[in-house]
């Protein structure tokens, strides 16, 4: 294959809610994409566009996309294109580390392809522990591979749009070349012109981590200085709009409500607090910000009990309204402890949401 047909080339391997997004993206951008999964029916329902997807823009994407398709043949994906890109599901495991198995498996399987013709560059975007990637460039350098590091900075319901106006991006690599290759894909992906941050692989992967750890301390600072408020009857969204004002803090992240969530920010942060326990270096603020976060609730729970209302009604418990997503809701754990204590709750969410929450409660809550 001719090098500059090579160039217009890229894959992706795991194209799950986020990796379906971004191989979307480039190929809305001008890339010939390959995207691999395990799942035959998956890559089926993608190839003959009739998945849907709750993410805002994906089903309009599938259906126009000319350039874009799914295998489950990871040698296919390795041979369309220099440049690789992971984005593969990476969990928490009980310890607060970052369960890599999934891209331990996709590693394996490039191993077992052997040594590579041409160089391969790897770019790992799944949340890691910081240090892994090294691990994977030591496994895999001796067969002909680059590997880089290059985390996805999205938020759930919002992806496309955050791929295609990011306010950073960071890259992790060996050179300054192999840096410029994925600068080249982002500055031809994005309609911004957004920060570079290029840093050894390291560097990357303890930016990513202390990113959302950050954002999630802004947040319970907020919250419990929004809780101080309501208790000495000052108004809450006054205060915090008044201090995040100042430009040194802003107001972004820093307004009054239901704490912090999701599938990204608890990992994150749990992932710094055992990084920083492993290397007996004392990350109190980043404990503390999980314990405000759970007074935060306990608080917003006793506050409601003393109006005396004996319903609560809401229109989402998702951890982020206009998504489908309930995991470490504090919206839904808000809703979980009313209706243990007595509390008529009811709720109107999309179908997906209340499909899952009858799975998983039964009839603790009403539904609308």
């Given at each position: 294959?001719?090098?500059?047909?090579?160039?217009?080339?890229?894959?992706?391997?795991?194209?799950?809610?986020?990796?379906?997004?971004?191989?979307?993206?480039?190929?809305?951008?001008?890339?010939?994409?390959?995207?691999?999964?395990?799942?035959?029916?998956?890559?089926?329902k993608?190839?003959?566009?009739?998945?849907?997807?709750?993410?805002?823009?994906v089903?309009?994407?599938?259906?126009?996309?000319?350039?874009?398709?799914?295998?489950?043949?990871?040698r296919?994906?390795?041979?369309?294109?220099?440049m690789?890109?992971?984005?593969?599901?990476?969990?928490?495991?009980?310890?607060?580390?970052?369960?890599?198995?999934?891209?331990?498996?996709?590693?394996?399987?490039?191993?077992?392809?052997?040594?590579?013709?041409?160089?391969?560059?790897?770019?790992?975007?799944?949340?890691?522990?910081?240090?892994?990637?090294?691990?994977?460039?030591?496994?895999?350098?001796?067969?002909?591979?680059?590997?880089?590091?290059?985390?996805?900075?999205i938020?759930?319901?919002?992806?496309?749009?955050?791929?295609?106006k990011?306010?950073?991006?960071?890259?992790?690599?060996?050179?300054?070349?192999?840096?410029?290759?994925?600068?080249?894909?982002?500055?031809?992906?994005?309609?911004?012109?957004?920060?570079i941050?290029?840093?050894d692989?390291?560097?990357?992967?303890?930016?990513?981590?202390?990113?959302?750890?950050?954002?999630?301390?802004?947040?319970?600072?907020?919250?419990?200085?929004?809780?101080l408020?309501?208790?000495?009857?000052?108004?809450?969204?006054?205060?915090?709009?008044?201090?995040g004002?100042?430009?040194?803090?802003?107001?972004?992240?820093?307004?009054?409500?239901?704490?912090?969530?999701?599938?990204?920010?608890?990992?994150?942060t749990?992932?710094?607090?055992?990084?920083?326990?492993?290397?007996?270096?004392?990350?109190?603020?980043?404990?503390?910000?999980?314990?405000?976060?759970?007074?935060?609730?306990?608080?917003?729970?006793?506050?409601?009990?003393?109006?005396?209302?004996?319903?609560?009604?809401?229109?989402?418990?998702?951890?982020?309204?206009?998504?489908?997503?309930?995991?470490?809701?504090?919206?839904?754990?808000?809703?979980?402890?009313?209706?243990?204590?007595?509390?008529?709750?009811?709720?109107?969410e999309?179908?997906?949401?209340?499909?899952?929450?009858?799975?998983?409660?039964?009839?603790?809550?009403?539904?609308?």
């Amino acid at each position: 294959m001719k090098s500059g047909i090579m160039e217009q080339n890229l894959s992706v391997i795991g194209i799950g809610r986020l990796g379906l997004c971004f191989s979307l993206s480039l190929e809305k951008s001008g890339y010939n994409v390959i995207g691999c999964d395990i799942l035959e029916s998956y890559v089926d329902k993608i190839n003959n566009k009739t998945f849907d997807s709750f993410e805002p823009g994906v089903n309009e994407l599938i259906k126009k996309n000319k350039n874009f398709t799914a295998t489950i043949d990871l040698r296919q994906t390795v041979d369309h294109s220099r440049m690789i890109f992971v984005t593969v599901a990476t969990y928490s495991e009980e310890d607060g580390r970052y369960d890599v198995s999934q891209v331990d498996s996709v590693v394996d399987s490039l191993v077992n392809l052997g040594i590579q013709n041409n160089e391969k560059h790897l770019i790992i975007c799944s949340n890691v522990n910081p240090g892994y990637s090294d691990t994977i460039y030591r496994r895999l350098n001796k067969l002909n591979w680059q590997v880089s590091y290059n985390p996805e900075t999205i938020a759930q319901g919002t992806i496309l749009e955050n791929q295609a106006k990011p306010d950073c991006v960071y890259i992790g690599a060996d050179s300054a070349l192999l840096s410029d290759e994925i600068c080249k894909v982002y500055s031809k992906m994005c309609y911004n012109s957004p920060k570079i941050f290029q840093m050894d692989r390291l560097s990357a992967e303890l930016t990513k981590v202390s990113l959302n750890c950050f954002l999630t301390c802004k947040i319970s600072f907020a919250n419990m200085v929004g809780d101080l408020a309501a208790k000495i009857g000052a108004n809450p969204q006054k205060v915090l709009s008044a201090v995040g004002g100042d430009s040194r803090i802003n107001n972004k992240f820093f307004k009054y409500g239901f704490g912090w969530g999701g599938p990204c920010f608890p990992r994150d942060t749990r992932a710094l607090i055992r990084l920083a326990k492993d290397n007996s270096m004392p990350f109190d603020m980043c404990q503390a910000s999980n314990e405000i976060n759970r007074k935060h609730l306990n608080f917003q729970v006793e506050q409601f009990l003393k109006t005396g209302v004996a319903e609560y009604k809401t229109d989402s418990v998702t951890y982020k309204k206009g998504t489908n997503i309930l995991e470490e809701s504090q919206q839904l754990e808000f809703a979980v402890k009313l209706a243990e204590l007595g509390i008529k709750v009811t709720i109107k969410e999309s179908e997906s949401v209340i499909l899952q929450l009858k799975k998983i409660y039964g009839s603790l809550f009403n539904y609308e």
